[in-house]
C-alpha cells in the first residue's frame, strides 16, 4: 500500500471512528473487493424467474463490530440481476422484514403495475409479483426500496441492488462482460455510523434538509476495498447508490479511461474523460485500461464537491491539511496483468435520433425548496412542505400530469433553489436536449437522471413507451432520497 493512501486511511480512522475502534486492527489495511452474488434467474425459453427476499442481515463493515443491515438474498445490498433484452421476467418479491416495503426497478421501461414504486407497496410477511418483458437494450439498471416517506432509510440500510440487460448488439462488441473476472460492478455509498456499529441516520436536521452525507465511503457494501485484476482491459459498472452525496471521480494517477455507457446503455462511442461527475441514482460504464500493471485508486474529489454543499468534518480535516483534496474510493491492483495491446471498439451502438419536430406537448417542473427562518424550524418538526415541484408536495392520491401513450415530449426542469437537485422519470429513458452547464460525457446517452444544477434549466426530450394505465402512476422525484420521501415528487399516468 503506498504511502499517500494510509495516510489518507489515518485521517480516515481519526475523523470517524468510534473511540474504541481507533486502535482497532484491520481496519487501517484495506479489504478484498467483494461482489455482489450474481443470479441469472431460473430460465425456462424467454421467462425467467427470480425469487428475491427482503431481509435483515449483520455486516462486517467496520473492524470489530457488527451492523445490523438490510439486504435482498443477501446480509447487505441486493444480489446483482442479469437477463436479457427480450427475456420476460417474473420476479417474485417477498418481504421478511418487520416494515412495509418495495422494490422499483429504476431505469426499466416497464408497465405501471410491475414498477413497484409506492403503488405497489409490500407488507411485512407478504410478497408480490412484478411482471415485465425486457423492451430495452443492454444497461446497467438498479432496484431499490420506494417506500413511500421510507425509501430514503431503507436504500440507506441496504435495499438496492444492481440489474444488468444484456443483448445481442452489446454482445457482438466484445466489451469486456464476465462479471467478477473483468466486468465489475462498484455500487458506491457513504455512511454513518454510531459507537455501537448500527448505522446512523438523520439526527441532524440539516441532513433532513440536505440530503443524508456520511463519512465513510462503501464500495458494494465494505470500506477500503483493493480489487486485484489479471486482465489488461477492465469494465466498471459504477452506481452512484448513495442517497444525497454527488461524487467526482478520478484517478488518483489522472490516467484517462473510456465512458461507454449512461443510465440507458451504450453511447454511441466511447468518450475519452479523465473524470466523471455522477449524482445519486446515476449510473455509468467506464473502461481503464490496466496493462501497465500500476495500483490505480479511484477517488472522490472533493475540491469539486465543497462548493455545492456544506463540508463535512472529514472534508474540514482534510482541508486543513492543505493538499488532501481526494477521499479514496477503492483501489485496483493490475501487478499481475501482462502487458498487452489494448484496443477499444471506435463505435458501440448507433441511437436512434429523436427529432424536436416530434414533440407533442411541453411541460414544466419547477423544483423548489423553501428557504428562510422557516427552514430550520419545518425540518425539525419533520415538515413535509419545504419541498416542492410546482408548488405541490407529492401527494399519493393526486395525479399530476397525464401522458398520451407513446408520445414525445419535452419537460423542462428548473432548479429555482440554491443547491443541485437529481431529476428522475420513473419509465423512460430520456435525452438531454440543452442545459446550461457542459454536458457531461455520458450525458450524451440516454439517461433516466439528470442532475439540475442551482438556477440550472435543463430540457429534456422523451418518447414514451407504449405502456398504458389510467389508474396506476409513475414518479418523477428528487433522486436525493429525503427530498423524494419530504415531498419533491410527482406523479404521472399514461393513456
Ligand atoms: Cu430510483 Cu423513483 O427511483
Ligand atoms: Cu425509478
Ligand atoms: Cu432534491
Given at each position: 500500500m503506498i504511502s499517500r493512501r494510509k495516510f489518507v486511511q489515518s485521517i480516515l480512522a481519526f475523523a470517524l471512528l468510534p473511540k474504541q475502534l481507533l486502535h482497532a486492527k484491520g481496519f487501517l489495511s484495506s479489504n478484498t473487493f467483494r461482489l455482489p452474488k450474481l443470479e441469472y434467474g431460473k430460465r425456462v425459453d424467454k421467462n425467467v424467474c427470480f425469487d428475491l427476499n427482503l431481509q435483515t442481515g449483520m455486516s462486517q463493515i467496520l473492524p470489530n463490530v457488527l451492523t445490523r443491515t438490510l439486504g435482498i438474498n443477501q446480509d447487505f445490498l441486493g444480489v446483482t440481476l442479469r437477463a436479457d433484452k427480450g427475456d420476460r421476467v417474473h420476479i417474485k418479491v417477498n418481504n421478511h422484514l418487520n416494515i412495509t416495503s418495495t422494490l422499483h426497478w429504476h431505469g426499466a421501461k416497464l408497465p405501471a403495475k410491475a414498477?413497484?414504486?409506492?403503488?405497489?407497496p409490500i407488507n411485512p410477511g407478504e410478497h408480490w409479483l412484478s411482471e415485465f418483458e425486457i423492451i430495452q437494450p443492454a444497461s446497467t439498471l438498479w432496484y431499490h426500496s420506494h417506500q413511500m416517506h421510507e425509501t430514503g432509510s431503507q436504500v440507506y440500510h441496504g435495499l438496492s441492488g444492481l440489474f444488468i440487460i444484456d443483448d445481442d448488439q452489446s454482445n457482438a462488441l466484445n466489451l469486456p462482460s464476465e462479471y467478477g473476472v473483468d466486468d465489475f460492478p462498484v455500487i458506491i455509498q457513504d455512511k454513518d455510523f454510531n459507537q455501537d456499529g448500527s448505522l446512523k441516520y438523520l439526527d441532524d436536521f440539516r441532513e433532513k434538509l440536505m440530503g443524508k452525507k456520511g463519512e465513510t465511503i462503501l464500495v458494494n457494501g465494505i470500506v477500503n476495498p483493493v480489487l486485484e485484476v489479471l486482465k489488461p482491459l477492465i469494465r466498471l459498472r459504477i452506481l452512484n447508490g448513495s442517497n444525497a452525496r454527488i461524487y467526482h471521480l478520478n484517478f488518483d494517477d489522472k490516467r484517462i479511461f473510456h465512458i461507454i455507457a449512461s443510465d440507458g446503455g451504450l453511447l454511441e462511442k466511447p468518450i475519452m474523460a479523465h473524470s466523471i461527475k455522477l449524482a445519486p441514482a446515476e449510473r455509468c460504464e467506464i473502461l481503464v485500461d490496466v496493462s501497465d500493471g500500476k495500483m490505480p485508486i479511484l477517488q472522490h474529489n472533493m475540491h469539486m464537491e465543497k462548493s455545492a454543499n456544506r463540508m463535512t468534518g472529514m472534508m474540514m480535516m482534510q482541508q486543513a491539511q492543505g493538499k488532501q483534496q481526494a477521499f479514496d474510493i477503492f483501489q485496483i491492483n493490475a501487478q499481475k496483468v501482462q502487458p498487452a495491446n489494448v484496443k477499444l471498439p471506435q463505435t458501440l451502438i448507433e441511437h436512434k435520433a429523436l427529432s424536436i419536430d416530434s414533440i407533442s406537448r411541453k411541460r414544466k417542473f419547477k423544483l423548489q425548496m423553501r428557504m428562510g427562518p422557516q427552514l430550520m424550524f419545518g425540518a425539525m418538526s419533520g415538515s413535509t412542505d419545504l419541498l416542492k415541484i410546482n408548488g405541490k408536495s407529492m401527494d399519493i392520491n393526486r395525479i399530476d400530469e397525464v401522458v398520451k401513450v407513446g408520445a414525445t415530449e419535452l419537460w423542462e426542469i428548473e432548479n429555482t433553489s440554491m443547491m443541485p437537485h437529481p431529476f428522475h422519470i420513473h419509465n423512460v429513458q430520456f435525452k438531454i436536449v440543452s442545459r446550461r452547464g457542459k454536458l457531461e460525457g455520458h450525458e450524451l446517452g440516454f439517461k433516466d437522471v439528470v442532475l439540475v444544477n442551482p438556477h440550472e434549466t435543463v430540457q429534456v426530450l422523451i418518447e414514451f413507451p407504449k405502456f398504458s394505465d389510467a389508474k396506476t402512476p409513475y414518479m418523477y422525484h428528487c433522486h436525493i432520497l429525503e427530498h423524494e420521501d419530504r415531498g419533491m415528487m410527482g406523479q404521472f399516468v399514461v393513456v
Open positions: 414498477d413497484g414504486g409506492p403503488h405497489q
